[in-house]
């Protein structure tokens, strides 16, 4: 009697466990981060914490910084979702664009404040540490062009897009600034945009 092969796994299941090992990394190196400073730890100490190979480190992350900003990679996915709503018209005018970014910006301040402890050990890393502010400025570049992009996608004006998407980053920056701590974030994300939207032409 043949045996039939062997079932593969499905992709849930694959992910599942790609996830597992992404998040043992990002939690390995939050940990010795907080436990010895940034300088302090290699991608070597990360992995063994994490108990993965390097190989399987770098094939989530191209460098210890990296680990540093997981958050990032989520808060994009997060926009591709939103740009999915194919229920959202184009924008007519800058303040309308800028109130359909609202929504996503403010969902971007609960995510990155989701574990407020961890988001405060970040909050300190980069200001302990200017390779990571550095990467911290690309990191919200990169949030603002896939936003110019979203309204892009929805018919909005380039020209529309590109300036409520600098906007939009602006109300996140500001909230982040404002913040004494995670807890606020989303708070100030909101006033943020509620002061903006106040405004009127003189």
């Known amino acids: 009697m ?37 300088d302090d730890v290699s991608v070597t100490d990360i992995a ?4 993965v190979g390097r190989t399987t480190f770098f094939r989530y ?15 994009l996915d997060a926009i591709e979702a939103a740009g999915r709503d194919t229920a959202v018209a184009a924008a007519q005018g800058v303040r ?21 402890a961890a988001y405060d050990r970040r909050a300190a890393l980069l200001d302990q540490h200017v390779e990571l502010r ?11 062009t896939r936003l ?18 600098q906007v939009a980053l602006g109300c996140y920056e500001t909230a982040r600034i404002r913040s004494r701590s995670g807890g606020d974030l989303v708070r100030e994300a909101h006033a943020a945009f509620d002061e903006l939207l106040a405004l009127r032409a003189g």
């Open 148 to 165: 110019g992009e979203l309204l892009g996608e929805r018919g909005t004006a380039e020209a529309t897009a590109v300036l409520a998407a």
């Open 96 to 116: 309308e664009a800028i109130e359909q970014l609202r929504p996503i910006v403010v969902d971007l301040c609960e995510r990155a404040a989701e574990d407020l």
């Open 2 to 38: 043949t045996t039939p092969p062997a079932t593969p796994p499905s992709d849930s299941l694959v992910e599942r466990k790609q996830r597992r090992a992404r998040q043992r990394i990002v939690e390995a190196a939050d940990e010795l981060f907080a436990q010895r400073g940034f």
């Open 61 to 75: 992350f191209g460098d210890k910084t990296e680990v540093v900003f997981a958050k990032e990679r989520a808060m």
């Open 134 to 144: 550095a990467r911290d400025a690309l990191k919200s570049r990169q949030i603002a």
């Open 48 to 51: 063994a914490r994490a108990e």
